[in-house]
């Protein structure tokens, strides 16, 4: 799937982004990880980063100058984590951790960023979308089958975040009527509230865009998956009030949802 691979230290790859971007993209970086550190601590860390990918050979400098550079194909490969036409943000999260992949989408080329143990970053770059859907499909277990279909309900966001949110011993009852309310048939509402109380992992695609040197993120869809099922709810947007088209997850919806974010 992917042509060429890096794993690096997160603070590697900081440096390396901050010598095509700068320095505070560098600090940037590293702080979005590491989260806020004392200033001699950062710059601490991405001097020994320098040093590092010098001796791995994919960094060089003049002394004379001090002009840095990048070697072994790395500034190929990262260059569309600072200038891409967007970004895909996916998240998965279980009670005991969270995996997020983020996919930079180039000219003709995605480029893939997840973190190893917390430390390492891995990029790799990958040449086809389809490859990408189906590393998503993977990675959010999608179940193999081509059924699309209608949504099965279209409900306010906040019904299902009240069902969500709420204690186990709330009325489920309640919550099925709300359901039931919007369209959805009794057999499902059930299914939906059992998934939402006892989820295997809750995630998200979110498209991230930059306008106006602004980062837009009105575009993405919710993932839900349960002991034997998953779901799949689009979020729409009708004035004030988010609305949630839910779909039960397959192959071929999830699919045809990732490529309306890719256009």
């Not at 500034?75 to 996919?103: D, Q, W």
């Not at 480029?111 to 086809?128: D, F, R």
Request: negative net charge.
């Amino acid at each position: 799937m992917s042509s060429t691979r890096y794993a690096l230290a997160v603070e590697e790859l900081a440096y390396a982004l901050g010598v095509l971007g700068g320095t505070d993209t560098a600090i940037g970086f590293l702080l979005a990880i590491l989260g806020e550190r004392p200033r001699m601590e950062t710059e601490g860390r991405l001097l020994a980063a320098s040093h590092a990918l010098v001796a791995r050979g994919l960094l060089d400098f003049d002394m004379d100058s001090g002009e840095t550079w990048l070697k072994g194909g790395l500034e190929k490969v990262i260059g569309p984590m600072i200038t891409h036409n967007y970004s895909l943000r996916c998240s998965k999260a279980t009670e005991a951790e969270e995996e997020v992949i983020t996919f930079y989408a180039g000219d003709s080329r995605f480029i893939k960023h997840y973190l190893h143990h917390g430390v390492v970053s891995v990029i790799e770059e990958v040449t086809e979308q389809d490859a990408v859907k189906q590393d998503l499909s993977e990675f959010f277990e999608i179940p193999t089958n081509d059924v699309v279909g209608e949504p099965i309900v279209v409900v306010p966001k906040t019904t299902i975040d009240s069902i969500r949110q709420g204690p186990l011993s709330q009325s489920e009852s309640e919550a099925q009527q709300a359901l039931i309310q919007c369209g959805a048939a009794e057999s499902d509402a059930a299914a939906i509230i059992q998934d939402l109380k006892h989820s295997a992992y809750r995630g998200s695609i979110v498209k991230l865009k930059l306008e106006d040197e602004q980062t837009v993120s009105d575009k993405g869809f919710l993932l839900l998956k349960g002991e034997t099922r998953g779901w799949i709810l689009v979020i729409n947007v009708d004035g004030e009030t988010t609305m949630l088209s839910v779909y039960p997850a397959s192959t071929a919806a999830f699919q045809q949802q990732l490529a309306l974010l890719m256009t």
